[in-house]
Each structure stands twice: as C-alpha cells, then as structure tokens.
C-alpha cells in the first residue's frame, strides 16, 4: 500500500520570502495545487464539477511547517486518505523534497462535497464515490500519521 503521489514541481523565485525561503502562503499554494490533482484522482475534473454542477470546498486545514524549503528546490507531494464519509474527505498531504526525500511540511486537510447549484453540501455522486471507496481501502492499512489530528496550544508548565 502506497500514498499517491498529487504533485511534482519546483519551487518558484516569486515564493521565496523576505527570509530567503519559501513565504508560508506558498506551502499553502503547493498543497492547492495537490488538492486540485486529488480532485482529478476522484473524478472530480472541470468537465465533470461543470456537467453536474458539484465541486469540493475546503472547511479546515493545519499545516505543519517542518523545515525551511529554499528557491529551485524540487517538490513532491503525497496524499494519504485518512477517512471519509458521504460528504467529506479528512486529507493528510505530505510535502517532500524530491530529491532527498525529506519532508518538509504537512497538511491535514477536511474537505465538503458541494452542490453548486443549491450551494450546500451534498452525497458524493456514485462515479466519485467509488472512486474515494479506491482510495479509501488502498489507503486503509497505511500508518496514521504522527501529526494528524493536532491541534494548536501553549505547552503550560506543571506545578
């Protein structure tokens, strides 16, 4: 079992920060774009969202900003599908510099299915839910991720 892979680039000069590395926007940007390829995985292209008017939001995401990614570097993204209803996708996307392999910043991501023409939530389609019952099951005995689930606090001392 294996994640998919949703992204493959470089990271460009415009996303590099007044501290000489990749602005924290742009992870943002990079995990996007992996969204967008995922929605493409599902069946979810524009031909598709536009014939049946439905398309995905994002409701909440957390990124984790692991290490500091420089101008050139090239970029992978993976997606592991952590579970999944009628409605909503709970993504974890993990960035990875692609020639060493390190991470380098994940996201958890949930995402709604909508309706666009009565802009609400909506069932899946039965096309799209197959395909996110795929993925589901090829994701299902891959490893939880560390980081999945977190949320932000202060560590506050014990007495």
Not at 15 to 26: F, K, L, S, T, V
Not at 74 to 100: G, N, W
């Amino acid at each position: 079992m294996t994640t998919m892979v949703v992204f493959n680039g470089q990271v460009s000069a415009d996303w590099i920060d007044y501290n000489g590395h990749m602005n924290d926007a742009c992870y943002v940007l990079v995990f996007s774009k992996a969204i967008d390829e995922f929605m493409l995985r599902i069946g979810l292209d524009e031909a598709f969202r536009e014939q049946h008017q439905v398309s995905i939001y994002t409701l909440q995401s957390m990124v984790h900003y692991l290490q500091e990614v420089s101008g050139g570097e090239p970029l992978r993204v993976e997606v592991q599908l952590l579970e999944s209803d009628a409605k909503k996708l709970r993504v974890y996307f993990r960035m990875f510099q692609a020639d060493s392999g390190d991470e380098l910043a994940a996201m958890e991501t949930l995402l709604l299915h909508m309706d666009m023409a009565a802009k609400r939530a909506a069932p899946f389609l039965m096309q799209t839910q197959s395909l996110v019952d795929a993925v589901q099951l090829a994701h299902a005995g891959l490893e939880f991720p560390a980081l999945a689930g977190r949320s932000i606090a202060l560590r506050r001392p014990t007495s």
